[in-house]
């Protein structure tokens, strides 16, 4: 008897990259490079942004942290609408994932994570830059957006 389970990112990672997913060649070590530098600055600007407001700094990372898998889920539905592929378990995926984090973000809310106006604007506006970057990255090159994601999580 088998059980059922949802696949997971690393199931993706793994069947569509199974030699190269943590490839030491140059482009995938400058891709991570690229993404360390990226979450480095990010994460400077928003331990500064929300020093000592612990809610706060946490509603902006759960905002941020729902958009990869949005991203993910556009450029999938763009492949699907132009007839390159149609994976159903990556949609379920990654819509699992942004459940999870959207849980998360009603828990930041509702602790008051939300209650200035520029925490939320800041919060949004990063988010909404960030889509565009991952939905870019996704595009381009998956495993890249991927390991941006995964550092992101870290």
Request: aromatic share 16%; glycine share 2%; no cysteine.
């Amino acid at each position: 008897e088998t059980t059922a389970r949802l696949p997971s990112l690393r199931d993706y990672d793994e069947a569509e990259y199974p030699e190269d997913v943590h490839d030491q060649s140059l482009i995938p070590r400058a891709e991570r490079a690229v993404n360390s530098a990226i979450i480095w600055s990010a994460v400077l600007v928003i331990d500064k942004l929300y020093e000592g407001r612990n809610y706060a700094r946490f509603y902006a990372l759960e905002t941020v942290a729902r958009v990869p898998y949005f991203s993910f889920l556009s450029v999938l539905h763009l492949y699907e609408t132009l007839g390159f592929w149609r994976r159903a378990d990556y949609l379920k995926v990654h819509f699992a994932q942004t459940m999870n984090e959207f849980h998360h973000l009603l828990i930041m809310e509702s602790m008051g994570g939300d209650k200035r106006f520029t925490d939320r604007f800041f919060a949004q506006h990063m988010a909404v830059f960030y889509y565009f970057i991952a939905s870019a990255m996704y595009l381009v090159s998956p495993r890249m957006a991927y390991n941006l994601s995964e550092q992101v999580e870290e």
